[in-house]
Each structure stands twice: as C-alpha cells, then as structure tokens.
C-alpha cells in the first residue's frame, strides 16, 4: 500500500472522528452535582472509580465528594454510533 493512499486512509479517519466530536462521551468524567455532590456522585454501571475530591471539575461540595468514574465501554460505544450515525 502506498503511503499517499494510508494518508488518504488516516485523514479520512480523523474527519470522521472530528466530525462528531460533541457526540462522542468522553472516558472519564467527573459526577456529582456541588454543593450537594451525593446528588448524582455514584459511578454508572460496568465504570470504576479513579479518583474522588470535594471540588472535582469546579464548584465546591458541602456535602459528600464528586467521583471521578471512567467508562471505558461507554466511550467506545459512543465513538462506534458517531461513526455509523454520521453517514
């Protein structure tokens, strides 16, 4: 394979990536909603915890922490349906 034809390949690969880019669910976000961050701070199912903190993404918690989860299969799903939905 010629290297102009695998550069044709990558950039139409990054376009139908950037093309969709809001649509896409990032990896790890953090949860809960401040000040009450036990409102919404549980991981969703089949995600792990990283990290936890009382400021997380922002605004301060009085109550509880925002947990940071990553979502590993839920990013990879999203990608997939961008990229399928985009046609």
């Known amino acids: ?21 809001r649509a896409i669910e990032p990896v790890c976000k953090w949860y809960g909603i401040a000040p009450f961050c036990f409102i919404g701070n549980s991981c969703p199912e089949n995600c792990w915890q990283a990290a936890a903190s009382d400021r997380g993404d922002g605004a301060y918690c009085w109550f509880s922490q925002k947990n940071y989860c990553c979502c590993v299969k839920k990013a990879i799903d999203s990608i997939i349906n961008s990229l399928v939905n985009s046609n």
């Open 1 to 21: 394979m010629s290297y102009k034809r695998l550069f044709l390949y990558y950039v139409i690969f990054l376009s139908l990536i950037f093309s969709s880019v």
